[in-house]
């Protein structure tokens, strides 16, 4: 049985053309985004609260990388390839932990500190030309920002200050108001990981536009009215969306959430901000709360995404009930995520071979596209 191919139609002048399905579906392109932006660019990997104690690892996927994340003796973070400088096995199997002194190779007992310097191996004594800072793990960059470790695997990361939090004042207009929220000084309420099956791109564009917000998102609605008329808040510069007039707090059924955050400013009160951190993640503040996600592309139809809410230390050490606050945005990730996951198989159709179309309120997910593209050295045939 012979098919024939769709032909690309003239496009409307109120439309704009999306990537084609093969972006979404095809290896290459997805081992390509591994290589020139998960592990190029500086990539949201662990809170830094999470590693409290010396000796706390977490272990995270960058790309095609393990990265370990270790806290120091003396307190700082420090990441490494998570790879034994002697035979290449992997050195922490575990996805989190704790040692006591040292990380040591369960293949041949290669052993570093917390530094990553080499301080043991079997007849390591007997090979005194052994460099141990040489022979240490291979360090990666880390930075934190707003309670974070971010971490980057070039030999040479790019700007921070560039790409990451110049994202916040690109889209708040104001270096610093993501600081009103004192994310860093926040206490972890709440998080939930989704294994999400679909590319990680259908899940930027979701949380990008809010065309689709009134069709499936009647609680967000409900929160946030203007969000009806498909506008994201990220449509425009500086702008949060206003709570509805009845609206007493960012919660499943608008009722009182905590008290607002010490460093919001009024303009601030009652609005959601979204930003999009590219390539991967996702920062939502409200006045007493703030959501992020972070998304581990971990193949070209699978994406886990792990979420965290973030409160007021004194709200979470209170034991307060946080559920409200919570299950809004929950059902709101699993609605989004449906989403991507009934789009991502027709992203193989050839009814999606050229691509869709972007309506007017989505244009600016067409700047994401062109981002991409140029990322990857140009469009893929």
């Known amino acids: 049985m012979t098919t024939t191919p769709v032909s690309p139609s003239p496009i409307s002048p109120s439309l704009i053309a999306t990537l084609?399905?093969?972006y979404y579906t095809d290896p290459e392109i997805f081992r390509q985004e591994q290589e020139s932006l998960f592990e190029s660019m500086w990539?949201?990997?662990?809170?830094?609260?999470?590693?409290?104690?010396?000796?706390?690892?977490?272990?995270?996927?960058?790309?095609?990388e393990s990265v370990l994340i270790t806290r120091s003796r003396t307190g700082e973070l420090r990441a490494f390839l998570n790879i034994c400088r002697h035979r290449g096995a992997r050195l922490c199997t575990e996805e989190s932990g704790e040692v006591r002194r040292n990380l040591q190779c369960p293949y041949h007992a290669w052993t570093y500190d917390l530094d990553g310097k080499l301080v043991a191996a079997p007849n390591l004594i007997k090979m005194p030309d052994v460099d141990r800072v040489e022979y240490g793990l291979v360090k990666v960059a880390l930075r934190e920002w707003l309670g974070y470790a971010w971490v980057c695997l070039a030999d040479e990361p790019p700007s921070f200050e560039e790409t990451v939090t110049g994202a916040a004042v690109e889209r708040l207009g104001d270096a610093a108001a993501i600081q009103h929220y004192g994310a860093e000084r926040l206490a972890l309420g709440k998080r939930i990981t989704y294994d999400v099956k679909a590319n990680w791109k259908l899940i930027?564009?979701?949380?990008?536009?809010?065309y689709h917000c009134a069709t499936i998102h009647p609680e967000l609605v409900d929160v946030l009215p203007e969000f009806a008329e498909g506008y994201a808040a990220q449509y425009y510069v500086g702008h949060g969306a206003e709570f509805g007039e009845d609206i007493q707090g960012f919660t499943v059924d608008g009722s009182e959430g905590?008290?607002?955050?010490p460093d919001i400013a009024d303009d601030q009160d009652r609005r959601y901000y979204a930003i999009t951190v590219k390539p991967t993640v996702f920062i939502n503040l409200v006045p007493d709360h703030v959501i992020l996600h972070r998304m581990f592309p971990l193949a070209e139809d699978r994406t886990v995404v792990e979420c965290d809410w973030l409160y007021a230390p004194e709200v979470?050490?209170?034991g307060a009930d946080v559920s409200k606050s919570v299950e809004l945005f929950h059902r709101v990730n699993e609605q989004d995520f449906e989403a991507c996951e009934r789009t991502q198989p027709a992203m193989a159709s050839r009814a999606y071979r050229n691509g869709g179309v972007l309506v007017p309120t989505e244009h600016h997910i067409g700047i994401f596209h062109e981002w991409l593209i140029q990322q990857l050295?140009?469009?893929?045939a």
């Open 20 to 22: 084609p399905g093969h």
């Open 43 to 64: 990539f949201c990997a662990v809170r830094s609260a999470d590693l409290a104690r010396p000796g706390a690892f977490r272990t995270v996927q960058v790309g095609r």
């Open 204 to 210: 930027v564009e979701n949380f990008m536009e809010c």
């Open 258 to 261: 905590f008290g607002r955050l």
């Open 316 to 318: 979470v050490e209170s």
């Open 377 to 380: 050295g140009g469009p893929s």
